[in-house]
């Protein structure tokens, strides 16, 4: 890797990440999906290290900007690995294994992050070993990028099969809406007859027996409604 050569530097040293930073993020990633959290983890690797090789090129604007993208990094990262407190059993399992089993990729991502943090402690100091530490960093790109795969590749595969678990529960409760619709139609069509035989005496029945023929299409059309819903959540999945 080519010398780089260190530009004094001014100002304040940048604070480093600390969990109340976390805290601060956590209203921006909440909004997003695990699946879309973890793809980002992807997009933040890869920045962090074109950051971090012009910060260590003298840009103390990369700098500050490195250590913005290692402080989101790290808090995402908190959080996906804390996801199997909230989950099913079996989606659990799997998420800790892809973290923390045999071949889990945790160790990895988190030693690229230990390493990006070094880099821009080095550089700062300006220290003599900021091009040694930055050419170890680089090589840990493709390593980094398969563990942070692996990790999204799980969460699309736990948040499809969490998708599809709900569609079939959406479709049983639709089915029972249906049939309970389906009965009440009957109930309103016998009332409606009952209603027509007590003439004068049956009016107000055959409101009631309108109205609740009424509610019956309602409920129909409501159902084909989250009948469309499930296929096109199904679809996007």
């Known amino acids: 890797m080519a010398a780089y050569s260190l530009s004094p530097r001014t100002?304040?040293?940048?604070?480093?990440?600390?969990?109340?930073?976390?805290?601060?993020?956590?209203?921006?990633?909440?909004?997003?999906?695990?699946?879309?959290?973890?793809?980002?983890?992807?997009?933040?690797?890869?920045?962090?290290?074109?950051?971090?090789?012009?910060?260590?090129?003298?840009?103390?604007?990369?700098?500050?900007?490195?250590?913005?993208?290692?402080?989101?990094?790290?808090?995402?990262?908190?959080?996906?690995?804390?996801?199997?407190?909230?989950?099913?059993?079996?989606?659990?399992?799997?998420?800790?294994?892809?973290?923390?089993?045999?071949?889990?990729?945790?160790?990895?991502?988190?030693?690229?992050?230990?390493?990006?943090?070094?880099?821009?402690?080095?550089?700062?100091r300006r220290s003599p070993r900021v091009e040694e530490v930055l050419d170890r960093l680089v090589q840990t790109t493709d390593s980094v990028l398969e563990a942070l795969n692996a990790a999204t590749t799980v969460f699309d595969q736990v948040g499809k099969a969490k998708s599809e678990t709900l569609m079939k529960e959406l479709a049983g409760i639709v089915a029972s809406i249906q049939t309970v619709a389906r009965e009440a139609k009957v109930v309103s069509f016998n009332a409606q007859v009952m209603a027509a035989r007590a003439g004068q005496h049956g009016r107000e029945f055959a409101v009631v027996a309108n109205v609740l023929s009424g509610i019956t299409n309602e409920i129909d059309g409501l159902s084909l409604q989250a009948v469309s819903l499930a296929g096109r959540s199904r679809g996007a999945a």
Do not use: C, W
């Open 11 to 124: 100002g304040t040293t940048p604070a480093p990440f600390t969990p109340s930073m976390a805290t601060s993020l956590a209203p921006r990633d909440n909004e997003m999906s695990l699946v879309n959290l973890a793809a980002r983890q992807r997009m933040l690797s890869q920045r962090m290290v074109l950051q971090t090789v012009l910060a260590a090129g003298g840009s103390d604007l990369h700098l500050k900007a490195a250590r913005s993208s290692l402080a989101l990094f790290t808090a995402s990262q908190a959080r996906l690995v804390d996801t199997p407190r909230h989950l099913e059993a079996a989606d659990a399992e799997r998420i800790r294994k892809v973290y923390q089993g045999p071949s889990g990729v945790g160790a990895t991502i988190d030693a690229f992050a230990q390493q990006v943090g070094t880099v821009l402690d080095f550089t700062e």
